[in-house]
């Protein structure tokens, strides 16, 4: 355990060192950027060290996984963010302990979410999932949804009792124009975050990149990185 400890706050440090790294280069305060953990596939224990080190975000992409960890978590000062795509069956689970759903992208999602949050007293934080990959369906291979549906989606988080509209999220796609540029991504991302602001001023959470390419994301203005990887460890399964 204590080797463990040893291991996350080393890892911790260097991507914090990262961070901090990007923001000067970017001319950007270090504040203005918020680290969340993505503690999927790892045990409880792990967030527990990773509580202990001072990380007060951590996110999680199922809601098998995440449920129980999250229980076992509850005396410890943590935002917990979801992450992942997201069945309307589970909701009502993920209402339960998540204070920001980062993957909606789709009406029926926020339905289900709004009736869960109200029911559960909770005000449950949105961000809208961005699909630069999304064919013709409109949605992308790892959920999201297309550019042009923002404003939409936006507008019914809004307007939905028990859900905060606050911001966007993308992941950078491995496939199709964008795969590979993820500064050119995360630069799209950014503007839609302009527009969306325009109408909806307090929606201004910007959550793009992971351990691979976090300092792109803030080079292009996000204010919060995904970081698994490069503070757990290479995850044991595909998660
Ligand atoms: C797993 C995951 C991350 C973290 O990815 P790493 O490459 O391990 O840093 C970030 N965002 C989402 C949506 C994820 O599923």
Redesign the pocket.
């Known amino acids: 355990m204590t080797d463990r400890r040893d291991e996350l706050a080393a890892n911790l440090a260097r991507v914090e060192e990262r961070i901090a790294a990007a923001c000067a280069a970017a001319g950007r305060a270090r504040e203005e950027v918020t680290l969340i953990v ?1 503690t ?1 596939t790892y045990p409880a224990s792990d967030v527990r060290i990773l509580s202990g080190l001072g990380v007060r975000h951590v ?1 999680e ?1 199922r809601d098998q996984d995440a449920a129980p960890k999250a229980a076992e978590c509850t005396d410890l000062p943590l935002s917990w963010h979801f ?2 795509q997201l069945q309307t069956n589970k909701v009502r689970s993920v209402v339960g302990y998540a204070d920001v759903v980062q993957s909606v992208d789709r009406a029926r999602l926020v339905t289900a979410l709004s009736k869960e949050a109200v029911r559960a007293g909770r005000e449950i934080g949105c961000l809208v999932q961005v699909a630069f990959d999304a064919g013709a369906s409109g949605r992308g291979e790892r959920g999201g949804v297309a550019p042009e549906g923002v404003g939409e989606l936006a507008g019914l988080i809004a307007g939905s009792p028990g859900l905060r509209l606050d911001g966007l999220m993308t ?1 950078a796609p491995l496939t199709g124009e964008y795969a590979g540029r993820q500064q050119a991504v995360f630069e799209r991302l950014m503007d839609l975050s302009t527009d969306l602001r325009r109408a909806h001023p307090a929606a201004n959470m910007v959550s793009a990149g ?3 390419d976090l300092e792109q994301a803030v080079a292009a203005g996000a204010t919060h990185v ?5 503070v757990l460890g290479v ?1 044991p399964r595909l ?1």
């Not at 995904?226 to 490069?230: D, F, I, K, L, Q």
């Open positions: 993505v999927k996110a992409n992450v992942g992941v992971m351990s691979a995904r970081v698994g990887t490069a995850r998660g």
